[in-house]
């Protein structure tokens, strides 16, 4: 769960992650190297969609405000049979709690704010 925003950054339990941030259902990594909305690509990701079972859709957050990512990476990621909803970061975190506590099987990657 994010707990909470810290300057660009987020919260997670205790840990704080000043940049992106990438979630799965068992792990919070800090994305470092997280593009610009405009830059997504499925590169960009790591290993984020490799579990198993493979997520229902990525959780988006374009950073500060929404932007819509590249129609490369939505297909690239609908290829694959993952949906993307894309929403600003602030408004993805919360979305993510929500969606978790439905047990929903999802993956998350918030561009800084």
């Known amino acids: 769960m994010v707990t909470g925003f810290a300057g660009r950054g987020f919260r997670v339990k205790d840990d704080v992650f ?9 792990r919070a990594l800090a994305w470092d190297a997280a593009p610009a909305a405009g830059a997504l690509t499925i ?21 500060a405000g929404l932007q819509q990512p590249p129609r ?10 993952v ?3 894309a929403m600003d970061s602030r408004a993805a ?3 993510w709690g929500l ?3 439905e047990e ?5 990657a918030l561009l800084p704010l």
Do not use: H, Q, Y
Not at 72 to 81: D, Q
Not at 104 to 108: E, G, L, S, Y
């Open 18 to 26: 000043p940049g992106g941030l990438l979630l799965t259902p068992t």
């Open 43 to 63: 590169v960009a990701l790591g290993d984020l969609l490799d579990g198993d079972p493979r997520p229902e859709f990525l959780l988006l957050g374009t950073g």
């Open 72 to 81: 490369a990476f939505v297909r690239s990621l609908e290829s694959l049979g």
């Open 83 to 85: 949906g993307v909803e």
């Open 93 to 95: 975190a919360r979305a």
């Open 99 to 101: 969606l978790r506590a």
């Open 104 to 108: 929903r099987w999802i993956v998350a």
